[in-house]
Structures are given as structure tokens and as C-alpha cells.
């Protein structure tokens, strides 16, 4: 399960479609802590750049991305995998926050909550349609947003 994570460009296959998910780092990307990684994505009518680093690398129990770069003022995702009844639990952790005071908490009220929501049932979907493993699971995730609102 880990090796699916390990590759990049499998990112783009756990992405909705609607996302417009693109990784501009030239291939191979070999992951390791310190990795740094270029997307662009689409949200709504706008095109985003957002860059993210793997800050901590432990095979094969986790590991966690933190944005450098991108819509977020802060954006944290820690990815668990743990064995246990003959499969694999896979968790997500995700703490953020959106930048511009009030007006990013209208925005969240209002859209980011649910993207994220919708974002991440597209993501365990696809894992288990694409892994089709026999015990995967995956435990909803915990989207956290930080911010004071």
C-alpha cells in the first residue's frame, strides 16, 4: 500500500478530475524527506500553483507534506498506513488554514469545507477501486481546519 503512495504521479489518480490536477516537477520524483514537489491545480475558475515539500519520510508507516507554496495559509497532511486485519488502514490527518481573515472564513464556510469534504470521499473511493486489495480501509480522514473562525 505504502509503494502506491510512494510513487508522485499517483497523486493525480486519487485527484478528481474537476481539480485539473497537474504535476510540473519533471519525473522521477524520488520521494524522500526534503522532496519538494510543483502542481497546478484548478479550484473553481481559478488556476493555482501550489508547491509542497515531504518534511517527514517513514516507510512504510507514513509520511507527511507540508505546502511551501499555494493557496493555504497553512496546510499540513500527515498519511498513515497501519496493518492490521490482514489489510491496511490507511488515515489522513490534515490541519490548514486559509489566508485573508474574515473574507477566508466566508470562503471556507461557504466552499472549502465541502471541497475538502467531497475531495477526500473521491480519494477513498479511488483507493479502493485502484488498489482493489482484499482488507484495505480507509478511515475517513480528519480535515482540520486551524484557523480561529
Known amino acids: 500500500m505504502f509503494a502506491f503512495f510512494s510513487e508522485a504521479v499517483n497523486l493525480q489518480k486519487l485527484t478528481p478530475p474537476w481539480m485539473r490536477f497537474e504535476i510540473l516537477t519533471p519525473p522521477p520524483i524520488r520521494m524522500a524527506a526534503?522532496?519538494?514537489?510543483?502542481?497546478?491545480?484548478?479550484?473553481?475558475?481559478v488556476r493555482l500553483r501550489w508547491l509542497s515539500e515531504i518534511v517527514e519520510w517513514d516507510p512504510p508507516q507514513q509520511f507527511v507534506d507540508v505546502q511551501l507554496r499555494g493557496p493555504y495559509a497553512l496546510w499540513h497532511h500527515t498519511h498513515s498506513f497501519i496493518e492490521e486485519r490482514g489489510g491496511t488502514r490507511i488515515t489522513d490527518i490534515v490541519r490548514y488554514?486559509?489566508?485573508?481573515?474574515?473574507?477566508?472564513?466566508?470562503v471556507h464556510r461557504f466552499t472549502v469545507a465541502r471541497d475538502l469534504d467531497t475531495i477526500f470521499d473521491y480519494r477513498a473511493t479511488q483507493i479502493a477501486t485502484l488498489l482493489d486489495v482484499n482488507?484495505?480501509?480507509?478511515?475517513?480522514?480528519?480535515?482540520a481546519d486551524a484557523s480561529d473562525h
Open 34 to 45: 526534503g522532496t519538494k514537489i510543483a502542481y497546478r491545480i484548478g479550484w473553481r475558475f
Open 97 to 106: 488554514r486559509l489566508p485573508w481573515g474574515i473574507i477566508g472564513s466566508a
Open 135 to 143: 482488507g484495505a480501509d480507509t478511515a475517513a480522514p480528519t480535515i
